[in-house]
């Protein structure tokens, strides 16, 4: 298998394909970072010319687990869309065709904003410029000619993505607006992109489209009011976390149907590890 894009997630879904015994590819600029034993391909995607090191075998799975450089539309542009456009042209070029490509995405897809129950089949209206780019990366990869299905990761947390806890250590507060979050720990996202691929190959349905998230949504200021709890610290005036742009509750009932299940069942697990780390 190859993971494209094997930073963060994409480094802890290559470690668990090893513990199962799959050989891992692993893409990305920089090969040094890459984990032991994962065999490296140093390539940057804004390039459309096929890397040198590029597998000619068979490969059975690509997840692509790209992250963009920035946070403008020409970035995500760039990271989601055209490069996987080049990917698909690699593969078409060495007439490689994976049992599935899994393409890592998100749930901005969702513009809902009336604190409603959202899964893998409502309506996907993304108010944002970032949501809709990412819908259209998960029509690429649809339309890809390979198997696909897009995991929609909730907000990632987890070691070295701290921070939510370093603002509420400075005194940050949840703004008084009423709003649900969802996270999903990257331990777990890595394990649900895992146990789709495991599944896939044993043969069982899988589906186009799965939510990566914890059993628990939380209201923002519930969050970071337990968080204030843990860290023995309290509110700064004028100091106001930045509003979220939306309020639902996402489901994993379908990821949980597949057999995954999450390690860190809501926030309160995931960050209590967090800090005991810190």
Sequence with gaps: ?????CGDIGSRVAQLMQGHGWQVYGLRRNIQRLPAGIVPIAADLN???CPSDWPQEPIDYVVYAMAAQGMSEADYQR??????????????HYQQQPKRVIFVSSSAVYGQNDDSWVDEQS????????????LAAERCAMESGHPATAVRLTGIYGPGRNMLIERVRQGYHAPHRHCFTNRIH????????????????QGQTIESVYIGVDNEPAEQAEVVAWLQQQLKVSSVAGLVLQPRSGSKRCSNARARALGWSAQYSSYREGYAVQLAEL
């Design 47 to 49: 390039q459309a010319q």
């Design 186 to 201: 990257a331990d777990d996202a890595a394990s649900l992109i895992a146990t789709i691929m495991l599944a896939d190959a």
């Design 123 to 134: 309506p996907t209206e993304p108010k944002r410029w970032s949501g809709q780019i990412m």
């Design 1 to 5: 298998m190859v993971v494209v894009g």
């Design 79 to 92: 990271a989601y869309v055209q490069g996987q456009q080049h990917l698909y042209s690699w593969l078409q």
